[in-house]
T-cell receptor, first 114, second 110 residues
Framework: DTGVSQNPRHKITKRGQNVTFRCDPI?????LYWYRQTLGQGPEFLTY????????KSRLLSDRFSAERPKGSFSTLEIQRTEQGDSAMYLC????????????FGPGTRLTVL | QRVTQPEKLLSVFKGAPVELKCNYS??????LFWYVQYSRQRLQLLLR?????SIKGFTADLNKGETSFHLKKPFAQEEDSAMYYC?????????????WGLGTSLAVNP
C-alpha cells in the first residue's frame, strides 16, 4: 500500500497518560498535515509541516500537543497528560508543494481517553 | 475564509436526484474540492473543480458569481450514502491550506 499510513489505528488510554501517534506520508510528498475529527464534524486543522519544518500550528492546539517530523519523512503527534476531551480521530494527510493542492488522507488513529 | 454546507443531513430515495450544497467566501481565486467518507473508510477525494470531471456520476460546477460549488448527481444510488465534505484550498496568511465545511451526511434509501 503506497498511501498514507497511520499507527496505531486505535488507542485507548487513561486520563493523564501520554500518547504518541505516527504518520507515514506518501513517500514523494513533502507536506504533511495533522487534523482532529470528532463525530459528525469535519476535519479540524492542527498543524502542518513542509519537509522537517513545522510551518503552522492551530491556535486550538494546546501546549500538551506537540508534533515532529525530524527527517522530513514520517511524523509523530504526541499528546501529554491526556484529557477526556482529547478523544477523537486524529487524521494525517500529505501532498506535495507545487503539486495538486488536494490532500491524501490516512485511515486515522482513534483515541479514546477513559 | 469560510466554507458553508447548510445541510447536515440529506435523505433521498434511490433513483432521485441529489444536490449537496456548498458555498464559500474567499478573497482570491479558490480551488475547491469535494471529499467523501464512506462508513469506516478514510477520507478520499471525490472531485476537484479544476478537473471538471464526473466521478461516480457526480459533478460539481464552480459558480463564482454565487460563490457556490454544489455537488450533483441525477440518480442517487444506495452506495452513495456517505459523509460529504466541501473544502477550499486557499491561502491563510502565508500558507496554503484546506478550509473545510462541516459536512453533509447523505442517506440514500431503497
Amino acid at each position: 500500500d503506497t498511501g498514507v499510513s497511520q499507527n496505531p489505528r486505535h488507542k485507548i488510554t487513561k486520563r493523564g497518560q501520554n500518547v504518541t501517534f505516527r504518520c507515514d506520508p506518501i513517500s514523494e510528498h513533502n507536506r504533511l498535515y495533522w487534523y482532529r475529527q470528532t463525530l459528525g464534524q469535519g476535519p479540524e486543522f492542527l498543524t502542518y509541516f513542509q519537509n522537517e519544518a513545522q510551518l503552522e500550528k492551530s491556535r486550538l492546539l494546546s501546549d500538551r500537543f506537540s508534533a515532529e517530523r525530524p527527517k522530513g519523512s514520517f511524523s509523530t503527534l504526541e499528546i501529554q497528560r491526556t484529557e477526556q476531551g482529547d478523544s477523537a480521530m486524529y487524521l494525517c494527510a500529505s501532498n506535495s508543494q507545487g503539486g495538486m493542492n488536494e490532500q491524501f488522507f490516512g485511515p486515522g488513529t482513534r483515541l479514546t481517553v477513559l | 475564509q469560510r466554507v458553508t454546507q447548510p445541510e447536515k443531513l440529506l435523505s433521498v430515495f434511490k433513483g432521485a436526484p441529489v444536490e449537496l450544497k456548498c458555498n464559500y467566501s474567499y478573497s482570491g481565486s479558490p480551488e475547491l474540492f469535494w471529499y467523501v467518507q464512506y462508513s469506516r473508510q478514510r477520507l478520499q477525494l471525490l472531485l476537484r473543480h479544476i478537473s471538471r470531471e464526473s466521478i461516480k456520476g457526480f459533478t460539481a460546477d464552480l459558480n463564482k458569481g454565487e460563490t457556490s460549488f454544489h455537488l450533483k448527481k441525477p440518480f442517487a444510488q444506495e452506495e452513495d450514502s456517505a459523509m460529504y465534505y466541501c473544502a477550499l484550498s486557499g491561502y491563510a496568511g502565508n500558507n496554503r491550506k484546506l478550509i473545510w465545511g462541516l459536512g453533509t451526511s447523505l442517506a440514500v434509501n431503497p
